[in-house]
């Protein structure tokens, strides 16, 4: 799996854990859980791309959530 659709996969995971609102936030340990992933490497590559895309938002590294971005693109 390429970074960019792990990236899309997590958006879209984080967006049905909040049921869509905005500024949830979620630890990413419960999207890798959810999710089976593994590689810990991989899954900071693919959130940072989403950050970086606009997709996501950090608090301290740990936990994420979406941006009005990151909604629309996983509805």
């Known amino acids: 799996m390429t970074p960019e659709n792990l990236s899309r996969r997590i958006v879209r995971d984080v967006y049905a854990s909040t049921a869509g609102k905005p500024m949830q936030w979620v630890p990413v340990e419960t999207i890798t859980r959810r999710m089976m992933l593994n590689d810990e490497v991989m899954v900071g590559e693919a ?8 997709w996501l938002d950090f608090a301290g590294g740990h936990s994420i959530c979406l941006t009005e971005e990151g909604r629309r693109m996983a509805r």
């Open 47 to 54: 959130i940072e791309l989403a950050r970086r895309k606009g």
